[in-house]
């Protein structure tokens, strides 16, 4: 747009449950001059949420071989009157201090309770002292390509943005990812991830979590991708009672059956998942499955792709029987399989509210390298003769010199009241500042445009 004192307790008071979701209007009325009713209803359940955290270097980025700080932002939506909020992964997968922002403007720190790299989730709460307002919930299952839709975020950093767009497709299948994404055209950008999509009744059907752009720097260009909010209500009601979501699983690796699969094997057509490989011990082993194998339906029901059985089995109940409807050798038959809980676990839970902050204590910490003043770089920056302490010479992108507007050619006069002549002047003002206390620093800059005050965080 990658802590749990919850598992029990706070996870427990998830009010998020399927059995409360509104069931969506079939009805379709035209699209209203403006729907600015209809978002400041939706407004107060979501959330702008801005991270501090420790990055290692990027590719390219070879002058900087240790990690640095930096800040990134994202999007949440609140889930619990007691100040849980569903975000993505990705926002706070880095992150050692978090910073949510209330619609009315309010900021709360807040922490981590759980994560989950590979579904790309992450929950977090806030503690204020009144209950909060829960998102309305609506029915994904129901989108419909075309339906008119909005959504809110925090784009690169843009606090609080509404875009408005169409469903373009829904069960889109993105990379190696567990969902079938709602795709929009509404423009969803870095900072949005996390952040919920609604339909015009201003009811949560998705969180944005991907973006495919073509341009360089990532920009929207009207593919965004949002995991459906029947998935969140699964994975919510799957954390508050077992404090962490646990998958059903029967052992077979499959994949979707293609027409000229279908035309191979004298399939009449090419619905459903065939099967590529058979876990040994699994139920499926025990009940007889082979590769090569079709599955067609699971307890009479008829599926598409491999996703909807994956999807079926992941979300069914543990221990108990399901049927698949198999085609084997040219005949149908019906194989039964108890499904058994998925061995792996995906998410990851924290007790401790808060991690150790990291300290300033050398300048690539910032993602910056500073070098004295020589005729060279005079030159290679266009510096005035009226400047001459040391000068950025590298920075690196979103970076916490990056973030805080450094950039190269800039020459440090002052840390706070005191002159700075040489690199080594500056690296002990600051050490000087973070050992008495201080988060953050002021520095004068001179830049091509004249002397800046500039702050550099200490304590990220």
Do not use: C
């Amino acid at each position: 747009m990658r802590r749990n004192w919850v598992s029990v307790t706070a996870i427990a008071a998830l009010s998020l449950v399927p059995g409360q979701i509104a069931a969506a209007d079939d009805s379709q009325t035209l699209l209203p001059q403006s729907i600015a009713d209809v978002v400041e209803a939706a407004r107060p359940a979501f959330v702008n949420i801005r991270v501090k955290g420790i990055v290692s270097p990027a590719a390219g980025q070879a002058a900087f071989k240790e990690p640095h700080m930096t800040e990134f932002v994202g999007s949440g939506v609140i889930v619990d009157p007691t100040g849980v909020i569903f975000t993505n992964n990705h926002v706070v997968d880095n992150a050692y201090e978090l910073n949510v922002t209330l619609s009315d403007g309010s900021i709360a720190p807040a922490r981590l309770l759980g994560k989950s790299r590979v579904l790309d989730i992450a929950l977090i709460k806030i503690d204020v002292a009144r209950p909060l307002p829960v998102t309305r919930v609506g029915d994904s299952d129901r989108v419909r390509v075309g339906d008119r839709v909005f959504a809110m975020g925090n784009p690169l950093g843009l606090a609080g943005t509404v875009t408005s767009g169409i469903v373009s497709a829904v069960n889109r299948e993105v990379g190696d990812t567990p969902y079938n994404y709602i795709q929009t055209d509404a423009p969803v950008n870095h900072g949005n991830s996390g952040g919920p999509l609604f339909n015009m009744r201003g009811e949560v059907i998705g969180i944005n979590q991907q973006i495919y752009s073509g341009t360089t720097d990532g920009g929207s260009i009207g593919l965004g991708f949002a995991m459906p909010v029947r998935d969140l209500l699964f994975l919510v009601e799957q954390i508050r009672d077992h404090g962490r979501p646990r998958f059903g699983a029967i052992g077979l690796l499959v994949q979707s059956l293609t027409p000229n699969m279908a035309d191979e094997l004298q399939l009449p057509d090419s619905s459903g998942a065939i099967v590529a490989d058979v876990v040994p011990g699994s139920p499926a082993e025990a009940a007889g499955m082979k590769i090569g194998e079709v599955i067609k339906s699971y307890n009479d029901i008829k599926i598409q792709s491999h996703r909807e059985l994956i999807r079926a089995i992941v979300e069914y109940p543990i221990g108990k029987t399901v049927q698949l409807g198999v085609w084997s050798a040219g005949t149908m038959k019906t194989v039964s399989m108890q499904v058994r809980e998925f061995e792996q676990n995906f998410w990851q839970s924290y007790e401790s509210n808060t991690l150790q902050e990291p300290q300033f204590s050398k300048i690539s910490d910032f993602g910056m390298e500073l070098s004295e003043i020589s005729p060279e770089l005079r030159k290679e920056h266009s510096i005035s003769p009226k400047f001459a302490g040391p000068v950025v010479s590298k920075v690196v992108k979103e970076g916490a010199a990056d973030n805080a507007n450094f950039s190269a050619g800039d020459v440090m006069q002052k840390v706070g009241l005191a002159e700075v002549k040489t690199v080594a002047d500056f690296s002990r003002l600051l050490a000087e500042a973070r050992d008495r206390g201080a988060r953050d620093v002021l520095v004068l800059v001179g830049t091509a445009s004249g002397n800046r005050w500039r702050t550099l965080p200490l304590k990220l």
